[in-house]
């Protein structure tokens, strides 16, 4: 069975960092592209950043540009997201998504096929 799991969510300060973590199982994430999304409540989803299979390269939505990196390591099967200086606007449940077709990165959720359950991340003082 095709599954993503995500963790390394919480709540933490403004101005503050956390690390995300989306493991895949069932399948090998090399050949995927991986976004990751997050919604807020009341606001629709949105996409963050995602980066390619092959080349490993990343789009970023400009609201995270220079705060957020998006990065996979294929021997653990397992792709990042470090968040640093984190606001409150970055308040949300953020999940992982694949998409098969790894040379091409796009922040559209139709354009993956498998999703995660999320993780809650609350940026608060």
């Known amino acids: 069975q095709l599954q993503l799991v995500e963790s390394g969510g919480g709540l933490v300060q403004p101005g503050g960092s956390l690390r995300l973590s989306c493991a895949a199982s069932g399948f090998t994430l090399d050949s995927y592209t991986i976004a990751w999304f997050r919604q807020a409540p009341g606001k629709e989803r949105e996409g963050v950043t995602c980066?390619?299979?092959?080349?490993?390269?990343?789009n970023y939505v400009d609201s995270v540009k220079g705060r957020f990196t998006i990065s996979r390591d294929n021997a653990k099967n397992t792709v990042y997201l470090q968040m640093n200086n984190l606001n409150h606007d970055d308040t949300a449940i953020y999940s992982c998504a694949a998409d098969p077709w790894g040379s091409s990165c796009h922040l559209i959720p139709r354009a993956y096929d498998y999703w995660g359950q999320g993780t809650q991340v609350t940026v608060s003082s």
């Open positions: 980066i390619t299979a092959n080349s490993g390269r990343a």
